[in-house]
């Protein structure tokens, strides 16, 4: 493990995301947040909005998205849930 990695272990959540499947009809998806800086949320929202626009959950581009999307979470060192629509185990 690098010494960034255990920094950001040891560093509270910067910020809370959730992302919600809002249904066939464009727009899908809608970013909400809790907590954490409007700009760097807002940002965050922007990428978010750029990888899933047109993606589908049911979307096989969508796996590739949706884990591009994590790591930039986990880069900006933020909580993240997802509301797709559906129980997770599906």
């Not at 809370?16 to 965050?44: C, K, N, Q, T």
């Amino acid at each position: 493990m690098s010494q960034m990695e255990q920094d950001l272990e040891q560093e509270p959540p910067r910020g809370h995301a959730r992302i919600v499947y809002l249904g066939p009809v464009a727009p899908h998806w809608e970013v909400r947040s809790d907590f954490g800086d409007r700009a760097m949320i807002d940002a965050f929202r922007d990428r978010v909005q750029a990888r899933l626009q047109l993606v589908p959950p049911h979307d096989p581009q969508f796996r590739r998205n949706r884990e591009r999307v994590v790591r930039d979470a986990e880069r900006e060192n933020l909580l993240l849930d997802w509301d797709l629509g559906i129980p997770e185990g599906e």
